[in-house]
C-alpha cells in the first residue's frame, strides 16, 4: 500500500513541485504569483501543441517553458512596473491563461501527442519499494530531483540566491550595493513562470499525454497554496506536493481496495490534509517568509 | 494620453508572445455559421453539449451525429454550442439559440434536461429532444427524450473482457454514480461473468468528467490489484487508455474507437452512432408530425428495435472468432427480447434484485442506483 | 516612506481605503471638472480591450466583427438578453461583497464560491425545515437569514485560522472552496438526491414560498434588487460607523491600529463573517430565483468573477454594482460566443482578464522610479 500511494505522489505530484519551485523563487524575492495556475495551462497546452506540430516533446518542453514564462511577464509587468496588486493580478493572469488555453486549445483536443517516454534508470529501477517510487518515471521528474538540491543550494549558498533574498528581505539593503529589487523580481517571477510551464509540459505530455481544457483543475492554485506551507523551503514543498498527490493516490488506492469510506470523503482529503497541515504548521512561520511578502498579507 | 498608450502597447506585445507561443502554429477555426440571428424561414436546429465538442467522448459523439444529420438533411441550418454547464445558465444559451431561429433543439447532456422543459414551456412553438433523460411528469407536447440501450454494447464487449482476462480482475473508472454508469458497470461485470465466473469488476470513482491526472493515478491504481482489462465512462478517454496500453493491460473503449490507441490492448468497447436517429427526428420535426411521433415521448431503442444508436466498436485482434460467434448469440437474444440485466440478478449484498424469469423495463434500468454482485465499490 | 527602496507591493496592496479620503479633502477638481478624463479613460479601456481581444480571435482564425456582435447581441441586444445579464450579476454582485468587506479590512477573501455554495445550502436546510408551513415572504427571510449564518461560517473557518494560527487567509479560503463543492456534490447524490428525479443528482426542487416572483421577462426576479440593496447597506455602513471606520484602519495600518488599541482580530473575523453572510446571501437568491434546487456545478467560477469585480470597483460596495454588472454581461456575452463563432466558452475569460488589466493596471500608481 505505501509503496503504491508513494508512486502515485510522485508520479501526479511532478507538475506542482515544478510550479511549487519556482512559486518559491518568485516569493523569495517578494512577489506572490497565483498566475501559476494559468503559467501551467500555458504550459500544458504550447508543450502539447509544439509537441504535436515538431514531433520532438523536448522542443514542445521547451515551448511550454516559454509559454509559461511569457505568461508570467504580463504579470511582472502589471505588477512590477504598474504596481498593480499582486493577488489580485495574479487570479487576472490565471483568468488570461484559462481564456488564451480555451481559445487556442480547441484544435488541439483529443490529438495524439509524442510522449515524453518513461526512463526506466538502470539498476536503480529494479529495486525493491525505490524502484518503483523513484527510479520508474518519465525524465522531467527526475529533473524535479535534482531541481530541488539545486534550488536549494542557490538559494543559501550562491551570491545569486543572497541577492534573491535580500530583494524579498531587505530590499533597502540591495539597493545600497547597486542593485535593484524590482530587477531581481522580475528574473524571480519569469524563473517562476517558466517552472510552472514546465509543470504544465510535465502533465500533458509526460503524465496523462493529453490536453483538455482546465486540466490542470486547480493544481497551480494548489502549488501556491504548497509555497506557503512550506516555509519557502524547497525539499518541504516537495514533501507537500507529494503530500497533496499523495492523497489522490491514496483515495484512488483505497477506492481500488473497496473500502467502505465514503468516495466524498476521499475526494476531499488532499484539500483537507492541506489545509489541515498548513493551519498546524503557520504558527512558527510567522518570521519565516520574505518580509516584502508579508507586507502583501499585512494585517 | 502617453501612458496609457505605453500600458496598451506593452500588453498588446505581452499579450501576442503569449499567444504565440501557446498556440505553435495557429491552425484556422471553422468560421463557424455566421452571426446572422435572423429567422430567415430556414430550418434551424441548435446543438448544445456539455463539454468540448472534439473530447474523444460523449460530445465529439453528439457533435458527428450533428454533422452526418447535417449532410444527410441538407437543407438546414445548425447551431452549435459547446461547454454548457448544467445549470440555469443552460437555459439562457437555448434561448439564444430561439432568438438565432431555432425551430428544434438538441439538449443533449443528461443534466440539461430540465432546462429543456422550462425553456420548452416558454417556446411552445420550438421543438426540444433531450438525449438520455426522462420526461417525468412535466409532459409537454414539444418534448421528448431519446435514448439507447447503452447497457447492450457493454454487455457484450464484457463477455469479449470476461474472456480475455487473466487475472479475472476488471477494472472500471468512472466519474460520478450517476444511473446510466451504474448499469454500465453492471452490465459489463454481468457480461463478463456469464462466460468467466470468477470475473469481477474494481471501480474508481474519479469525482470529475475529465482531469487526466487523477485518470492517469487511477490506472495505475487498478494495475495495482492485478486488473489488466480497463474500461470507462469519463468524457475524455485518451489518457487511461494510453497509460492502459503503455502498461501492457488491456482496454474496453466507450464513446468512440479509440483502438488505434491501443494497438496491442484493444478488446472491444462501444460507440456511438447517433447520426441515423439525428436525422429522423430532424426530418420529423421538418415535417411537422413531432406531435404524432414516438418521439414525442421517452423514446428508446435498443438492439431489439433494430437502431440503437450505441453500437459495438470493432474487435482488437485479440478477440478469438469463437468468442466473436459467442457475442453474435448473445446479441442475437437481446435483438429477440432478452436483456443483459435478465434475472436473477443479485446486488453486492447477495440480495436477490431481479428474480428469475424476471426483466427490469427501460425506467427500472435508467434509475438503477445499486452494483451487482462482484463489484468491488461503494456507492456514496 | 521613501519612494527608492519601497517594493512594489508596498503602497497599493494593502487593499485601497482612498476613495473616501479622496472625496473629503477640499482641493480635489469638481465632478464636472473630472469628467472629461474619466469618459476618456473609459473609451480607452473599452476600446484597447476590444482591439486586443480581437487580435486573439484573428490569431485564432475567427472574425472578430461577428463573434464581438453576437456577444453584444446575447449580453445587451434585447430586454430578455439584459434579464440575462441582471441574473448573472446578482451573485457575482454579492461575491464581489464578499471581497470588498474584508478588503477593507486588508484581508483576502478568495473563498466566495465555497461562501456562496454554504449559502445555498443554508437556504435549502432553512426551507426544508418550514416545509412550507410559513408564509412567503417570511420564508425567504428566514432563508436567508440561514443562508448568511451559514456562509458567515464558513468565512470564519478562514478568518479563525489567520487570527489563531496566522495561517495566510487567501490560501485557506481558496481551498476552502474545493470542500464546498464537493460537500454540494455529496449532498446532491446522497443525503438530499430527489426521489423523483429519475436517477438525476440534484436536491428536491423548490416551487412555493421558497421561490422568488418573476417580475420582469421569463426569468427575473427581485434578487438583482437584494443585491443592489445590500452594496448599499454595506456603503453606508463602512463609510458613516466607527466600525467601517476601524476596518479602514486596519486595512491601512495595522501595526497602528493595534497600537491605537483597536481589536484587529476580532474585527478581522468580523468582516470575513460580513463578507461570508454576503456571499451566502448570493447563494440563497441563486437556489430562490434562479435555481429552485441544488445540483453539482451551481455557481462554478462565481466566486472569482466576484473577488475580481471587487477589485475593479476598489472595493467600493457602489461602484461594485456597475463591476459586477460589466463582468455579468461578459460571462452571458460567452455564450454568444460559443453559438455563433464555434469558439470556446471559456475564450471570454480573456477579456474579462482584459478589462482587468486595464483598469488595476492603469488604475494603480505605477511603480516607484528611482529619483
Given at each position: 500500500m505505501i509503496e503504491q500511494v508513494l508512486t502515485g505522489a510522485v508520479a501526479g505530484g511532478t507538475c506542482i513541485v515544478f510550479a511549487g519551485l519556482g512559486e518559491i523563487v518568485a516569493e523569495r524575492s517578494g512577489v506572490i504569483n497565483l498566475g501559476t495556475e494559468g503559467s501551467m495551462l500555458c504550459g500544458a497546452l504550447a508543450a502539447y501543441a509544439v509537441g504535436i506540430q515538431t514531433g520532438n516533446p523536448w522542443i514542445g518542453v521547451a515551448?511550454?517553458?516559454?509559454?509559461?514564462?511569457a505568461l508570467s511577464a504580463v504579470f511582472a509587468a502589471m505588477v512590477l512596473l504598474r504596481n498593480a496588486n499582486q493577488i489580485a493580478m495574479g487570479l487576472v493572469v490565471s483568468f488570461l491563461g484559462i481564456g488564451i488555453t480555451a481559445l487556442f486549445g480547441q484544435d488541439y483536443v483529443g490529438k495524439g501527442v509524442v510522449p515524453l517516454e518513461t526512463w526506466d534508470i538502470p539498476g536503480l529501477s529494479k529495486l525493491p519499494f525505490l524502484g518503483p517510487v523513484l527510479f520508474q518515471h518519465d525524465p522531467l521528474t527526475y529533473l524535479s530531483f535534482l531541481a530541488v538540491p539545486a534550488l536549494t543550494w542557490v538559494i543559501w549558498r550562491t551570491r545569486a540566491g543572497l541577492v534573491l533574498r535580500a530583494a524579498g528581505e531587505g530590499p533597502e539593503v540591495l539597493e545600497i550595493y547597486g542593485t535593484s529589487a524590482t530587477r531581481v523580481r522580475w528574473v524571480a517571477v519569469l524563473f517562476g513562470g517558466a517552472m510552472a510551464g514546465i509543470g504544465g509540459a510535465q502533465l500533458s505530455t509526460a503524465s496523462t499525454l493529453n490536453w483538455s481544457e482546465q486540466m490542470t483543475v486547480g493544481r497551480g492554485y494548489v502549488?501556491?497554496?504548497?509555497?506557503?506551507?512550506?516555509?519557502?523551503?524547497?525539499?518541504?514543498?516537495?514533501?507537500?506536493?507529494?503530500?497533496?498527490?499523495?492523497?489522490?493516490?491514496?483515495?484512488?488506492?483505497?477506492?481500488?481496495?473497496?473500502?467502505d469510506i465514503s468516495q466524498y470523503i476521499l475526494q476531499s482529503l488532499p484539500y483537507v490534509l492541506v489545509l489541515v497541515v498548513l493551519a498546524l504548521l503557520s504558527r512558527r512561520r510567522i518570521h519565516g517568509g520574505p518580509a516584502a511578502l508579508e507586507k502583501v498579507f499585512e494585517s | 494620453m502617453s501612458r496609457p498608450i505605453r500600458a496598451l502597447a506593452m500588453l498588446l506585445g505581452l499579450s501576442l508572445v503569449v499567444a504565440l507561443a501557446a498556440c505553435g502554429s495557429a491552425e484556422s477555426a471553422s468560421s463557424g455559421s455566421g452571426g446572422d440571428s435572423k429567422d430567415d424561414g430556414e430550418f434551424t436546429v441548435g446543438f448544445i453539449y456539455v463539454g468540448p465538442k472534439d473530447d474523444f467522448g460523449y460530445n465529439q459523439a453528439a457533435y458527428e451525429g450533428s454533422k452526418a444529420m447535417e449532410s444527410e438533411v441538407g437543407d438546414v441550418k445548425v447551431l452549435q454550442a459547446e461547454n454548457v454547464p448544467e445549470t440555469a445558465e443552460s437555459e439562457q444559451v437555448m434561448q439564444d439559440m430561439i432568438d438565432q431561429g431555432a425551430d428544434l433543439i438538441f439538449a443533449t447532456s443528461y443534466g440539461h434536461l430540465e432546462f429543456a422543459q422550462n425553456v420548452a414551456e416558454k417556446n411552445p412553438d420550438v421543438t426540444f429532444v433531450h438525449q438520455g433523460g426522462l420526461e417525468g411528469e412535466n409532459k409537454l407536447d414539444n418534448v421528448g427524450t431519446y435514448f439507447g440501450t447503452v447497457y447492450e454494447p457493454v454487455y457484450l464487449a464484457g463477455i469479449?473482457?470476461?474472456?480475455?482476462?487473466?487475472?479475472?480482475?476488471?477494472?472500471?473508472?468512472?466519474?460520478?454514480?450517476?444511473p446510466q454508469t451504474l448499469a454500465n458497470i453492471n452490465a459489463f461485470t454481468l457480461?463478463?461473468?456469464?462466460?468467466?465466473?470468477?470475473?469481477?469488476?474494481?471501480?474508481i470513482a474519479t469525482g470529475s468528467w475529465c482531469d487526466p491526472s487523477v485518470q492517469s493515478q487511477a490506472v495505475e491504481s487498478l494495475l495495482d490489484q492485478d486488473v489488466d482489462v480497463i474500461t470507462q465512462h469519463q468524457d475524455c478517454t485518451k489518457t487511461i487508455i494510453e497509460a492502459t496500453e503503455a502498461a501492457g493491460a488491456m482496454s474496453v473503449g466507450y464513446h468512440a474507437d479509440a483502438s488505434e490507441l491501443a494497438p496491442k490492448g484493444w478488446i472491444t468497447g462501444s460507440e456511438w452512432n447517433w447520426g441515423p436517429l439525428y436525422t429522423d427526428i430532424v426530418k420529423t420535426v421538418m415535417a411537422g408530425d413531432f406531435k404524432d411521433s414516438p418521439y414525442n415521448g421517452d423514446y428508446r431503442v435498443g438492439l431489439q428495435t433494430g437502431d440503437n444508436p450505441f453500437v459495438q466498436s470493432k474487435y482488437g485482434t485479440m478477440v478469438d472468432d469463437e468468442t466473436k460467434a459467442q457475442i453474435e448469440e448473445v446479441k442475437q437474444s437481446f435483438i429477440d427480447g432478452g436483456s443483459p440485466f435478465a434475472g436473477p440478478v443479485k446486488d453486492q449484498s447477495g440480495k436477490v434484485v431481479y428474480k428469475e424469469g424476471e426483466q427490469p423495463t427501460y425506467d427500472e434500468v435508467e434509475t438503477m442506483d445499486f452494483f451487482v454482485e462482484g463489484v468491488t465499490g461503494k456507492i456514496g | 516612506m521613501t519612494a527608492v527602496d519601497a517594493p512594489p507591493s508596498e503602497t497599493d496592496d494593502a487593499p485601497d481605503p482612498a476613495p473616501v479620503v479622496a472625496e473629503e479633502t477640499g482641493g480635489e477638481p469638481t465632478f464636472a471638472q473630472r469628467l472629461p478624463r474619466v469618459v476618456a479613460r473609459w473609451a480607452a479601456i473599452i476600446v484597447s480591450t476590444i482591439v486586443i481581444f480581437s487580435a486573439f480571435l484573428l490569431a485564432k482564425g475567427a472574425d472578430p466583427g461577428p463573434v464581438l456582435e453576437a456577444m453584444w447581441k446575447t449580453a445587451m441586444g434585447t430586454p430578455d438578453s439584459i434579464g440575462e445579464t441582471l441574473i448573472r450579476a446578482t451573485p457575482i454582485l454579492l461575491a464581489a461583497l464578499a471581497a470588498a468587506v474584508p478588503a477593507r479590512a486588508g484581508l483576502f477573501n478568495l473563498g466566495g464560491e465555497g461562501q456562496l455554495l454554504m449559502g445555498a445550502i443554508g437556504a435549502i436546510l432553512v426551507a426544508d425545515q418550514l416545509d412550507g408551513g410559513a408564509p412567503g415572504f417570511?420564508?425567504?427571510?428566514?432563508?436567508?437569514?440561514?443562508?448568511?449564518?451559514?456562509?458567515a461560517a464558513w468565512a470564519a473557518l478562514p478568518a479563525l485560522l489567520k487570527v489563531v494560527t496566522r495561517t495566510n487567509e487567501a490560501i485557506s479560503s481558496l481551498l476552502l472552496n474545493y470542500i464546498a463543492a464537493i460537500i454540494v456534490t455529496w449532498l446532491c447524490f446522497e443525503p438530499w438526491k430527489d426521489p423523483a428525479s429519475l436517477g438525476q443528482a440534484y436536491s428536491r426542487e423548490m416551487t412555493g414560498p421558497e421561490r422568488f416572483p418573476v417580475i420582469w421577462g421569463e426569468r427575473v426576479h427581485p434578487g438583482i434588487f437584494v443585491a443592489i440593496g445590500a452594496a448599499v447597506v454595506l456603503w453606508a455602513v463602512l463609510k458613516y460607523t466607527t466600525w467601517g471606520f476601524k476596518l479602514r484602519v486596519i486595512g491601512g495600518n495595522p501595526s497602528a491600529a493595534r497600537r491605537a488599541g483597536l481589536a484587529v482580530g476580532g474585527l478581522s473575523v468580523a468582516a470575513m463573517c460580513v463578507g461570508g453572510a454576503m456571499a451566502g446571501l448570493g447563494g440563497m437568491i441563486e437556489i430562490a430565483g434562479t435555481e429552485g434546487r441544488?445540483?453539482?456545478?451551481?455557481?462554478?467560477?462565481?466566486?472569482?468573477?466576484?473577488?475580481?469585480?471587487?477589485?475593479l470597483a476598489k472595493h467600493d460596495p457602489l461602484k461594485?454594482?456597475?463591476?459586477?454588472?460589466?463582468?455579468?454581461?461578459?460571462?452571458?456575452?460567452?455564450?454568444?460566443l460559443k453559438i455563433s463563432a464555434g469558439l470556446s466558452g471559456g475564450a471570454v475569460n480573456i477579456l474579462m482578464a482584459l478589462v482587468l488589466f486595464a483598469v488595476l493596471?492603469?488604475?494603480?500608481?505605477?511603480?516607484?522610479?528611482e529619483s
Open positions: 515551448a511550454g517553458m516559454l509559454a509559461g514564462l502549488a501556491v497554496a504548497l509555497v506557503i506551507f512550506a516555509g519557502w523551503v524547497p525539499y518541504k514543498l516537495m514533501l507537500g506536493a507529494y503530500l497533496f498527490s499523495g492523497a489522490i493516490a491514496l483515495n484512488l488506492y483505497l477506492q481500488a481496495q473497496g473500502s | 469479449a473482457a470476461g474472456k480475455a482476462t487473466k487475472t479475472n480482475k476488471l477494472g472500471y473508472i468512472y466519474a460520478f454514480p450517476i457480461g463478463a461473468q456469464s462466460v468467466n465466473p470468477d470475473a469481477e469488476t474494481i471501480t | 417570511l420564508t425567504l427571510v428566514l432563508m436567508a437569514v440561514g443562508a448568511a449564518a451559514l456562509g441544488l445540483r453539482p456545478g451551481l455557481l462554478a467560477g462565481v466566486g472569482f468573477i466576484g473577488f475580481l469585480a471587487s477589485w461594485c454594482i456597475l463591476s459586477a454588472f460589466i463582468l455579468g454581461a461578459i460571462a452571458v456575452g460567452g455564450s454568444g493596471g492603469w488604475g494603480s500608481k505605477p511603480a516607484a522610479k
